[in-house]
């Protein structure tokens, strides 16, 4: 057992995790009022025959707002899926590959967080100006730009946590080598 105090985190860093958590929890949010959303529309449909408009799109734009928005604190806590008996196999015969493939899988997770955040944001510019909505006019409508906005703050947030990660593991490299 260390007796060490662990390094103390700059402000930065705080309010950084802090407003990961707080997207995770907008997520987690999110998926409780769908649930209830869907619930109240089967309820309506099945006992008076009146469904709940617009369910339907809210579900399908849902799904990628609600991963975005839990995946920056998923990659933050180092939670992906990946292959950990490949990584624990590579761990035991050579510890520094196996924290350099980390970092090398850290900057391919922010490559592609950089490479969804380069396509959208376009679209959120276009959206915004152009004032698209989702849905049908008259019955139900929801403006797009808010969605696509949340994908590229959950974008940004996953890439910085990904690069912040690869920085971590290559200064645990570094340390080990000296």
Not at 35 to 39: G, S, W
Not at 71 to 82: C, I, Q, S, V, Y
Not at 135 to 145: V, Y
């Given at each position: 057992?260390?007796?060490?105090?662990?390094?103390?985190?700059?402000?930065?860093?705080?309010?950084?995790?802090r407003s990961v958590v707080a997207l995770n929890a907008i997520g987690s949010l999110w998926v409780l009022l769908l649930?209830?959303?869907?619930?109240a529309d089967s309820f309506g449909r099945s006992f008076f025959n009146h469904p709940i408009d617009g369910v339907t799109e809210l579900v399908a734009v849902s799904i990628a707002v609600i991963v975005f928005c839990q995946?920056?604190?998923?990659?933050?806590?180092?939670?992906?899926?990946?292959s950990e008996t490949f990584l624990y196999r590579l761990q035991a015969s050579n510890s520094m590959v196996a924290r350099?493939?980390?970092v090398?899988?850290?900057l391919l997770g922010a490559a592609v967080m950089a490479a969804i955040i380069v396509g959208t944001t376009p679209l959120l510019i276009e959206s915004f100006e152009r004032g698209y909505y989702i849905?049908?006019?008259?019955?139900?409508?929801?403006?797009?730009?808010p969605l696509k906005a949340l994908v590229v703050l959950g974008g940004t947030a996953t890439m910085l946590c990904f690069i912040a990660r690869a920085v971590q593991h290559w200064l645990q490299v570094r340390e080990r080598q000296g």
């Open positions: 057992m260390s007796t060490e105090t662990p390094p103390r985190r700059s402000a930065v860093v705080r309010i950084f995790d649930v209830l959303l869907i619930c995946l920056p604190d998923t990659a933050r806590l180092g939670r992906l899926t990946r350099l493939v980390v090398g899988f850290d849905g049908e006019h008259g019955i139900f409508t929801l403006p797009d730009w």
